[in-house]
């Protein structure tokens, strides 16, 4: 039995998933989570074999989620299961120890597929995730890979306006670690200031929209 842990903030969508993995012989959903630090509390407490993991949560970030996780229980294995179809977050959640990433948009038997492929071990995409890191390398749009997972993070949270206090307490880092992180990020993205950074993470795609006017 492939014992499931789901962390998706968002309840209709857990349910959906529990339907469909407890419907399948040898799966099982056996724990639920809405924040990353739910998901942390459930792999504390062991007996959970894949984590199926959505990377944009209200509280806390997937990303940060799954290292996290992984620091508690090397064992575990992580799906992602995503909205974000860009190469940025793809790689950083791989970085972050994910072994598999799939869409959305992904056949419910794709899911099943996946977490049984994860759970042996090996690594799987969804066919539009393929294209999608291959398109990036091909046109050398690998900006973002310059980062670390925690980088990653710490950018697409101040992207969307979370100011560094609220971006520490949802990481659990000190405030001056968070903005030791945003100066080293600025370094290494070669942005001189918020403006500019903000440029950055519209054009690859870290917010739920793009200011193309100034990008």
Do not use: W
Not at 86 to 103: D, K
């Amino acid at each position: 039995m492939i014992r499931i842990l789901l962390l998706d903030d968002h309840a209709v969508v857990r349910t959906g998933y529990r339907r469909l993995i407890d419907a399948e012989d040898g799966l099982q959903v056996v724990a639920e989570a809405a924040t990353a630090d739910e998901a942390y509390c459930c792999v504390q407490q062991g007996g959970i074999d894949v984590a199926v993991v959505d990377l944009s949560l209200r509280k806390g970030s997937g990303v940060e989620a799954i290292r996290r996780m992984l620091s508690r229980d090397p064992s575990l294995k992580v799906l992602v299961l995503s909205m974000h179809d860009n190469a940025g977050f793809v790689t950083q959640a791989m970085r972050a120890g994910a072994l598999g990433y799939l869409t959305k948009s992904s056949e419910p038997a794709e899911m099943l597929s996946a977490i049984r492929m994860v759970a042996k071990g090996r690594r799987i995409l969804s066919a539009d995730i393929a294209q999608v890191l291959a398109s990036a390398t091909l046109d050398g749009d690998q900006l973002l890979n310059r980062l670390t997972p925690r980088e990653f993070e710490v950018l697409r949270m101040a992207a969307t306006g979370e100011p560094a206090s609220l971006i520490a307490d949802q990481m659990h880092l000190s405030h001056k670690t968070i903005l030791n992180h945003l100066s080293a990020i600025r370094q290494k993205l070669d942005a001189e200031n918020d403006f500019k950074l903000f440029r950055v993470a519209a054009r690859h795609g870290l917010v739920d929209f793009a200011v193309e006017a100034y990008c």
